[in-house]
Every structure is written in C-alpha cells, then in structure tokens.
C-alpha cells in the first residue's frame, strides 16, 4: 500500500448507511401512496415490481460499497470512484447517469423533507472519501476498476 493509500473501510461504510438512510426515506415516503403490505412483501416488491425498479441503482450501489468496504486493500482511487459514482447517481452530474432514478429522485428530493435530509447527510459523507485523481487516464483507470470489481461481485 503506498504512502497516498490508507484503509477507507470507516468511510465506506458511514457512505453505504448514508445511502441506505435515503433508501429508507423513500421507501416510507413512495409507502403513502401504495397498499399497505408486509416487510416481506414490500422487499419482494422492491426488488420484482416495475414500480419500485427505478430504485435498483440505489440498492444494488449500497450493496456494492458494502462488499468493497470489506476489501482491506481497496486503493484510494477505486474508492474515489466510488464516491464520484454515488455522488452521479444522487446529482445526476458526472458519470454514470441513471435518468430513471433521477427523475423520481428528483420530486421527492425536492417535496419530501426527510428525503432532502438524508440526501445532505449523504453528500456529507460521501466527501469524506478520496477526491479522484487529476489525471482523466487515472480517473478512467479507477472507474475501470470499480466497475470489474462490481461486476466480479455480481456474478
């Protein structure tokens, strides 16, 4: 591990709650406007019903720094692009742009209190990981690498 690594281990995770407090924000406040349902039914729905599929990005992102934050080894690099992912998906500036999160995101960021509440405290976390690094072919090189690594996870 070089001198300009060190364990993110701590901030990952602070990252991945911040994000699942959001989750959980928008679960209570989309839960307004559906039937009531069980625990179980209501993740099954999350996860096979169309209407909850804009939330995928989201979920699976928690579930992709939790199994980095596990890494012991992960450079600062990977975890900037980590943090510069999470921020793209909650701004929708940078990259990857998920247009469909974001336009639910949005309206509910922008109407449902608790939901802009977590959203900031989110943001707050996210800036405590590594900035990217300056060079667009170091950028792309750790982008590269958060995206094998999420995929290896997946599959």
Known sequence: MSDGERLWAKELSESSAALREILGAI???????TPAQ???SLLRAIQEDP?????KPLYQLVADIDHAADDAELPATEVAAIGAH????????????????LDRYRPLLQNEPIVA???GNAMRALR??????????????????????RKHHRS
């Open 51 to 55: 209407n909850w599929a804009w939330l």
């Open 86 to 101: 999470a921020r793209a998906l909650l701004s929708g500036v940078g990259v990857p742009i998920e247009q469909t999160f």
């Open 38 to 40: 069980s625990p179980l």
């Open 128 to 149: 405590k990981l590594p900035p990217e690094p300056e060079t667009e072919a170091e950028r792309l090189h750790a982008h590269h690498q958060w995206t094998m690594r």
């Open 117 to 119: 509440i977590t959203h």
């Open 27 to 33: 679960i209570r406040s989309e839960q307004q406007y």
